[in-house]
């Protein structure tokens, strides 16, 4: 059996310009790091494989592989992961929680 992991990213605002901000949340719970990108799918690859140094975390992380989910209109984190982001992002913690996930997509 597989023991991959799963990675959500996670569109939480966009911009005037078009422009979308938004985060990586890791199915510990974790909010390891956050970007702006022109698009959603832009996001996913900056969040994901787009940076040498996120991609080598990653691969540390998850020897075994990961699964990317893109949290969409329709697509919903699961709730055990926002519970342990929920414990996990205590004040003063770097990581953070997430207050709202999900903006519409054109």
Do not use: K
């Not at 970007?35 to 994901?48: A, C, E, G, K, P």
Request: aromatic share 8%; charged share 25%.
């Amino acid at each position: 059996m597989s023991n991959r992991g799963t990675v959500y990213v996670v569109p939480e605002y966009q911009m005037s310009s078009g422009d979308v901000g938004g985060c990586l949340l890791r199915d510990n719970g974790e909010v390891p790091w956050s970007h702006m990108s022109s698009s959603v799918s832009w996001l996913q690859r900056d969040l994901t494989n787009g940076f040498a140094d996120r991609r080598e975390q990653l691969n540390a992380w998850y020897p075994n592989g990961y699964d990317v989910v893109v949290v969409t209109e329709g697509v919903e984190i699961p709730a055990d992961v926002l519970e342990r982001n929920r414990l996990v992002s205590l004040p003063g913690e770097r990581s953070r929680q997430l207050s709202h996930y999900c903006i519409r997509t054109r």
